[in-house]
């Protein structure tokens, strides 16, 4: 199979907190994990790109100092979303992808992200 | 801009019936397309990937390719009540370093009892 997991599944956060959420592909190693956010009824929009070991690739109109993502090992991403505001409130799934070239992603369950 | 195209919907069918799912993208030299279904407040799970031009089956699921026409589609059989989701269609090109995939919109599909 082709596992991702997420964690945590939802948080609540004060404005102005950082929140970080941790992307595992858990049978699988993956080159590259892909960020998206998804808000309500809209369609997924690709944030950035990360390849393991090598900074990620920011979609444009994406902040990397607000939206910091480490790919740290085959099996790890994180996204920290820094100072967070109401509007950054959305759905964040991580995708990762086997190996190189253009291959199946596999989705993690997502994360809701609610900041109040 | 590479671009691809879905109907948004909702498209509704009979339980039972087939439902077929349209997909069409615009870089001509796209080489990898895939179907993945979303349920409401959930993330998308892979359902077929197809690489070349014909038919590809997988239990109740058909996905049609057709390169000339740079289209893709996607037939459900035996149409079930819990088929009822966004089906997204997701191209990648054929260069591009990444090979980062562009997903459509998605079209809702409702089946109704």
């Known amino acids: 199979g082709a596992v991702v997991s997420q964690h945590p599944s939802r948080v609540i956060c004060k404005s102005g907190t950082s929140v970080k959420i941790e992307c595992r592909s858990l049978d699988f190693q993956a080159t590259t994990m892909f960020w998206y956010r998804q808000f309500p009824k809209k369609s997924l929009m690709l944030m950035a790109t990360?390849?393991?070991?090598?900074?990620?690739?920011?979609e444009q109109g994406v902040e990397k100092d607000k939206f910091l993502i480490n790919h740290a090992s085959l099996t790890l991403s994180t996204l920290t979303v820094t100072s967070a505001h109401p509007e950054d409130s959305s759905f964040y799934i991580c995708s990762a992808r086997k190996g190189q070239g253009p291959l199946e992603q596999y989705f993690g369950p997502g994360t809701r992200l609610t900041v109040t | 801009q590479k671009e691809v195209e879905q109907n948004s919907g909702p498209l509704s069918v009979p339980e039972g019936a087939i439902a077929s799912l349209n997909c069409t993208y615009s870089d001509r030299g796209s080489q990898s397309f895939f179907w993945y279904r979303q349920y409401s407040g959930k993330s998308p799970e892979l359902i077929m990937s197809?690489?070349?031009?014909g038919d590809k089956e997988d239990g109740r699921f058909t996905a049609q390719l057709n390169k000339a026409s740079q289209y893709v589609s996607l037939l459900i059989r035996d149409s079930q009540p819990s088929d009822s989701a966004t089906y997204l269609c997701a191209v990648t090109p054929a260069s591009g370093g990444s090979y980062i995939p562009t997903f459509g919109r998605g079209t809702s599909l409702i089946v109704h009892p």
């Open positions: 197809i690489y070349s031009n």
């Open positions: 990360s390849n393991e070991g090598s900074k990620a690739t920011y």
